[in-house]
């Protein structure tokens, strides 16, 4: 996670957020079923991390393993406007761009500044496995090896930040997701600790 020391009051929200949110152990010690594939995840953001202009959202999806047979993902970022307002910065089943190839990146893709022109767009739910999938992703790559991880980029548009006090995502994930807000990471599920890479594996199963 990236902290800026010059903005401690973002710094608490953020350390904040992480610590009520749901950790990989949680989930270990709860038995799953198909129906968390589609159950929606809460977590709540802080609205400090919003700008003005084009502000981006990131998530990676992990699988538990090579043998997964399905993935599933789709998501909506929620806010209320100053007066009580609420509106969908970040619809369900928006167009997302997605990279599904297997190539690894690097850690660039969740800044605000990348360029991910060349990767694919479509609308969620994104997945595969007859999950209910709009967009169906690839299971496997060029080489022929299976794909572990799955990137998404969405950018959206706000003029002034100040007037959402409020801000919540919701997403579907099947196994494992982090999710990041202009190149901060507020949101890690069903994965272990430490950095991520396309070959890190889900700590559990969904579904």
Known sequence: ????????????????????????????????????????????????????????????????????SDLSFDLELLATLRPSSPIALVPANATWRYLDTGVNPGTTWRLPSFNDAA?????????????????????????????????????????NPAAVPSLTARLTRDDGAALYLNGWELLRDNLPDGPLGVSTLATAAIG
């Open 1 to 68: 996670m990236r902290v800026d020391p010059r903005e401690p009051r973002l710094t608490a929200a953020i350390a904040t957020v992480v610590a009520t949110t749901p950790t990989s152990a949680t989930l270990a010690l709860t038995a799953v079923s198909g129906a968390d594939e589609y159950a929606w995840l809460p977590a709540v953001l802080p609205p400090g991390l919003l700008r003005p202009g084009t502000n981006v959202l990131a998530v990676e999806m992990h699988q538990n393993g090579t043998t997964s």
């Open 119 to 159: 990767w694919r767009s479509g609308p969620g739910r994104f997945g595969f496995g007859g999950d209910g999938e709009t967009t169906r992703l690839s299971r496997t790559n060029a080489s022929g090896g299976t794909n572990l991880t799955f990137l998404f980029r969405h950018a959206f548009y706000l003029p």
